[in-house]
């Protein structure tokens, strides 16, 4: 009875998944995506490791899905799924096989044995893989910067794409002043003579 | 049928439905989804194995790791996408891929 729970859970995370790639729609896929990563997050908790669980459901239901919803609105729902050049069937087979080996060369790996909890989370992340911390601050900071980058050069854009348009009747419109304005020194000038 | 077979079977699964997303998908949004569907699998197949092994310490720290890099990928993959959208006015990769001149 104890795996009730997770056979539930796991359905519903493939459900949600199969749901999430084959939706017509972007903003579904996003909110399909959420759902796999909430139910996966609570396996997690469920499985004992706390912390993950707590990081997987902040960032992956969290923020991922944010930013997918942000990517959508600049971009716009019209964007549907074009067909796929690969045939479905021979797609199926292939993922059927790979999956297949996955769980052929895995679960006959090892019976269960009783789970040590020997060294907590912390303990191992900051002893004994500090570099691993130090890899994700790089990491953070590469992606804000890539962020930055990328929003910066969107804006450039599109003001060079409005610079030329813009200057063109501005130009115009200047000449034409500037003609008027010859005009009535002409008609000033030949009063003056006359 | 023990727990560790329901989990690997999980793992399979998850990672089967995102391989068949990641080969009949051309929408590059799309894509970073199915990027995020086989990380979940991966995450979840690490701390299971950190469960089995004896040391979850070990995998929670990888698993960590994992959707830190994975959140950066997601990150600056889709800001690559707006900025095809906006310069090509398309998200089709054989399309962006032919518009090269």
């Known amino acids: 009875m104890e795996i009730v729970p997770y056979v539930l859970l796991s359905l519903g995370a493939v459900f949600c998944a199969y749901k999430a790639v084959r939706s017509p729609r972007l903003l579904a896929s996003a909110l399909y995506l959420a759902v796999v990563s909430a139910l996966v997050s ?153 | 049928m023990t727990l560790f077979n329901v989990l690997i079977v999980t793992v399979a699964c998850l990672l089967g439905v995102g391989l068949y997303g990641l080969l009949i998908t051309r929408n590059l949004i799309k894509i970073v989804v199915v990027l995020q569907l086989l990380v979940k699998s991966v995450v979840l197949a690490f701390v299971v194995a950190g469960k089995v092994s004896g040391h979850p310490g070990i995998g929670e720290s990888v698993a960590a790791t994992i959707i830190v890099a994975d959140t950066i990928v997601a990150v600056v993959a889709l800001a690559l996408a707006v900025q095809v959208r906006i310069r090509f006015g398309t998200l089709d990769i054989p399309k962006i891929s032919s518009l090269r001149g």
């Open chain 1, 42 to 194: 609570v396996m997690l908790f469920l499985l004992g490791a706390t912390e993950v669980a707590v990081i997987e459901l902040s960032v992956g239901a969290g923020l991922v899905t944010v930013l997918l919803v942000y990517a959508l609105s600049m971009v716009g729902e019209d964007t549907q799924d074009p067909p796929s050049y690969i045939p479905k069937p021979l797609a199926f087979v292939l993922v059927v096989v790979a999956a297949g080996l996955v769980g052929w060369m895995t679960l006959p790996m090892l019976p269960l044995p009783q789970a040590t909890r020997d060294l907590l989370l912390v303990d191992v992340l900051w002893k004994q893989r500090a570099l691993d911390v130090w890899i994700q601050i790089a990491l953070i900071f590469s992606g804000v910067l890539g962020i930055l980058g990328l929003l910066t050069e969107s804006q450039t854009v599109t003001e060079d794409e409005i610079e030329p348009e813009a200057l063109e009747p501005v130009s115009a419109v200047i000449a034409h002043q500037e003609a008027g304005w010859r005009k009535a020194e002409a008609a000033s000038e030949a009063e003056v003579r006359s």
